[in-house]
């Protein structure tokens, strides 16, 4: 089945600074999701993405969905401590079908 | 909150026992999505519906999961005979046709 990629896995950052982080796959999607989950909850919907070159922003969290469709990149600008968690991509390959989801970055934000 | 919502949110059980969760998702939204997610990993499709029509199983689903959607609204998912591999955090979300998904706050189930 397809498989998505996120990298790094985790990451430690100062307050502050940028973040950037990416999902990759082998396979052709038609949409991306960035998602934030805390720890015990459900991941959060941040970013959708539906057009290959999109660039996306909410807030200080911008995601491009990528000319080739295999892959997505999300970037956080100046961290502050509730960018604490851990952030999934999900694709999908057709219009329809259910949403592959990546193993997941794990975002830490030194004070 | 007119988000989706899940109950219970958390569930102990003893191994062989059968166990049901439910999900009522956001109004209007006519998709309905199971996921379940282990430490670590990312949220694993189970099965979706639309309205009240379960249009896709994936093969982690094994015989001892049901789900339901009998109104189009409300869904359960039930597990029998637990097994301690059962032990997962199990998320739903909802959509409308457009596929962008809204999760639920999850239901953490722990065997014995």
């Known amino acids: 089945g397809q498989q998505l990629n996120q990298s790094p896995q985790s990451m430690f950052i100062q307050e502050g600074e940028d973040v950037s982080m990416n999902c990759t796959s082998s396979s052709i999607f038609n949409t991306w999701l960035w998602y934030k989950q805390d720890p015990g909850e459900g991941p959060v919907l941040l970013i959708a993405l539906y057009k290959a070159g999109e660039l996306t922003s909410n807030g200080r969290l911008t995601a491009q969905f990528g000319i080739t469709r295999k892959d997505s990149f999300l970037n956080i600008s100046a961290s502050i401590p509730s960018d604490v968690g851990i952030y999934f991509c999900?694709?999908?390959?057709?219009?329809?079908?259910?949403?592959?989801f990546g193993p997941g970055t794990r975002l830490s934000v030194l004070p | 909150d007119t988000g989706v919502s899940q109950n219970p949110r958390h569930k102990i059980t003893k191994r062989g026992q059968n166990v049901t969760f439910r999900c009522d998702p956001i109004?209007?939204?006519?998709?309905l999505y199971w996921y379940r997610q282990t430490l670590g990993q990312g949220p694993e499709f189970l099965t979706y519906f639309q309205n009240e029509a379960q249009l896709e199983k994936s093969r982690l689903l094994s015989d001892r999961f049901s789900a339901e959607r009998p109104k189009g609204s409300f869904s359960t998912l039930e597990i029998q005979r637990t097994e301690q591999g059962d032990s997962a955090m199990y998320l739903c979300?909802?959509?409308?046709?457009?596929?962008?998904?809204?999760f639920g706050p999850g239901t953490r189930l722990t065997v014995l």
């Open positions: 109004s209007e939204h006519n998709r």
């Open positions: 999900a694709g999908q390959l057709n219009y329809g079908q259910n949403f592959v």
């Open positions: 979300a909802s959509s409308v046709v457009v596929d962008t998904q809204y």
